[in-house]
């Protein structure tokens, strides 16, 4: 046998970097979009949509209320829609994150034939999340241009950031949700996180109504949950009412969610394909 | 190409795989025979470098799959027991699509999958969706896409179980071919016929063990004798029967629906049969096989 001569510190042999392991799933994910972006415009454009003008503008056409207590929106659309897309961000990363990854493992076993050759278990949850994580930006990018002509947009640059920070909630959420789809045996789990984690997020994080009106106790509640550091982040840059030290500790908080949620979407899928 | 001393797999409590000793040759066909749950596929896993060893030692091209998994699963075929097939894409994406995977550049990728489907005879269905080939077909393209990246070692967990018989022929075609142009073949099989048609050599799995290994010629030689006479009496007779011929071979298996026994000679114990004024409702005469090994090396049949 030859003897071992390479630096202790060299990566095992054959090892891809991560912008190989990278391009290497390319043409699968760009065939997967072919055939899947029909779909994903219905639910990624179009019912957001709906949102808009239902709670923005007809709903909030009752809703006259003072900017103080509005965060500083000029209407409720203009506090809205932040909000709407901030927690649409998380809905498409959260929903990209269950299903598919359940059936890439049980039903048609996508990752084992994946990793039968050079591609390891990181190559394959980079990969999966660089797509979501995609589908996530697409969506929020096309849906701040359709509500630029509304007027609630304060700076020209805050939009920008702002869509970064939607893209961030959905890193935070993509990883995260693919850490405990890899753990899950049954899909049932879905409805759980979604009945009592998507919703109840959705609902009473910030989106659709100032926390304060929660009290002071629940508010609290509120601060602690991950997508209501992305909503107060989103509506800071696109009201340009930015608090920095507050932004900075939003966007912490999500780009800490994302590492630790990619540490834990990595080990579960090693769990459940290494055994 | 493969070196295993004392290997061992575990699942908790369970243990797959019980310290198990097996070197594979480049250029030979080499076989895990046995039945279900005997340990063949765990130690396929550990093979194919996504299933980490227990204890002991393995290596493969030289490598240890504990560090270097990518280099040796990019050296391998892997054709696993259930399909891995991906239902979403066509038939030529399936095989583009997975080379890339290899690092192989887009174009060499092509001109592979439109070569490998002329090899599993599956040209006309480029464009067809997976789920509407047969099962034959779908095996032979799981055995397609497993050679896109010109792999050393191939390695085929039960490639025809669930096949029909003809289906079988065409891959067992599809195999010697591949053997005959130099490709190193691991077969995992509980199929005694096919081992005996595929196999240089092969080991015996029961229960995480290995209990012989050899030739197929060699084993049978070793562990049965030319040929074996096949009685078959009224239900429930053998287990009474079976005292009134053993003296006729070397030794006498009662199943649950027939006797076998066992002889270089098996005309002439039929015909002995016969003058003791049994009546056996059917009689055959035929050559051992590697299922006789199997039955004397662990008192059971492969079908249990």
Request: proline share 4%; with cysteine; net charge negative.
């Amino acid at each position: 046998m030859a003897t071992d001569t390479s630096p202790v510190t060299s990566r095992p042999a054959g090892t891809l970097s991560a912008y190989e392991g990278f391009t290497r799933q390319y043409d699968y994910w760009l065939t997967v979009y072919k055939r899947t972006w029909r779909g994903g415009v219905v639910s990624s454009f179009a019912t957001p949509l709906f949102y808009v003008v239902a709670m923005g503008v007809l709903l909030g056409g009752f809703i006259d209320a003072d900017p103080e207590r509005l965060e500083g929106a000029a209407s409720y659309l203009a506090f809205v829609v932040p909000g709407l897309v901030a927690a649409h961000a998380m809905t498409i990363a959260v929903s990209e994150s269950t299903y598919p990854v359940m059936g890439a493992i049980k039903w048609h076993k996508t990752f084992y034939a994946q990793l039968a050759t050079p591609l390891a278990v990181r190559d394959l949850v980079n990969a999966f999340l660089g797509f979501v994580l995609f589908r996530v930006a697409s969506a929020c990018a096309v849906f701040m241009l359709v509500l630029a002509p509304f007027g609630v947009f304060e700076s020209w640059w805050g939009p920008f950031l702002a869509w970064v920070s939607q893209v961030l909630v959905g890193m935070a959420f993509a990883t995260l949700t693919f850490g405990y789809s890899a753990r899950l045996k049954s899909e049932e789990g879905f409805g759980v996180l979604f009945r009592l984690g998507v919703l109840p997020l959705t609902l009473f994080s910030g989106a659709f109504f100032p926390i304060t009106n929660l009290g002071p106790v629940l508010e609290w509640v509120a601060r602690l949950t991950p997508l209501w550091h992305g909503v107060s982040l989103s509506r800071m840059l696109c009201l340009d009412t930015v608090d920095w030290p507050l932004a900075a500790l939003n966007a912490g908080v999500l780009v800490v969610l994302s590492v630790v949620g990619w540490r834990w979407a990595v080990t579960g899928l090693e769990k459940r394909l290494e055994s | 190409m493969i070196s295993a001393r004392g290997l061992r797999k575990s699942f908790g409590d369970f243990e797959a795989v019980k310290g198990i000793d097996v070197e594979v040759r480049k250029g030979e066909a080499f076989g895990f025979l046995g039945p279900n749950g005997a340990g063949k596929s765990s130690t396929m896993r550990m093979i194919a470098s996504v299933s980490p060893v227990t204890s002991g030692e393995l290596r493969i091209f030289g490598m240890d799959p504990a560090t270097d998994g990518p280099a040796i699963r990019g050296r391998l075929g892997v054709c696993p027991q259930e399909d891995t097939l991906d239902n979403e894409l066509n038939v030529f994406d399936n095989l583009y699509i997975y080379g890339r995977y290899f690092g192989i550049d887009r174009a060499t990728c092509r001109d592979r999958a439109t070569e490998l489907l002329e090899f599993a005879q599956i040209t006309e269905k480029a464009k067809s969706k997976v789920e509407d080939l047969s099962g034959g077909m779908k095996r032979r393209l799981t055995i397609a896409r497993s050679l896109i990246n010109n792999p050393d070692l191939l390695l085929l967990d039960e490639p025809t179980t669930g096949l029909d018989p003809q289906a079988r022929h065409v891959l067992w075609d599809q195999l010697f071919r591949l053997k005959q142009a130099g490709v190193t073949l691991v077969i995992t099989t509980h199929y005694m016929d096919e081992a005996e048609q595929l196999c240089d050599r092969l080991v015996v799995m029961d229960k995480g063990l290995i209990a012989a290994e050899g030739s197929p010629r060699e084993l049978i030689d070793a562990h049965s004798t030319r040929e074996v006479a096949e009685l078959r009496f009224g239900v429930g007779e053998h287990e009474g029967l079976a005292g009134k011929v053993e003296d006729l071979g070397e030794r006498v298996e009662v199943l649950p629906d027939r006797l076998l026994v066992y002889s270089d000679h098996g005309e002439e114990v039929v015909t002995a049969v016969l003058d003791r004024g049994l009546q056996p409702i059917a009689t055959l005469v035929r050559r051992s096989t590697l299922e006789d090994v199997f039955l004397r090396l662990t008192g059971r049949s492969l079908a249990d």
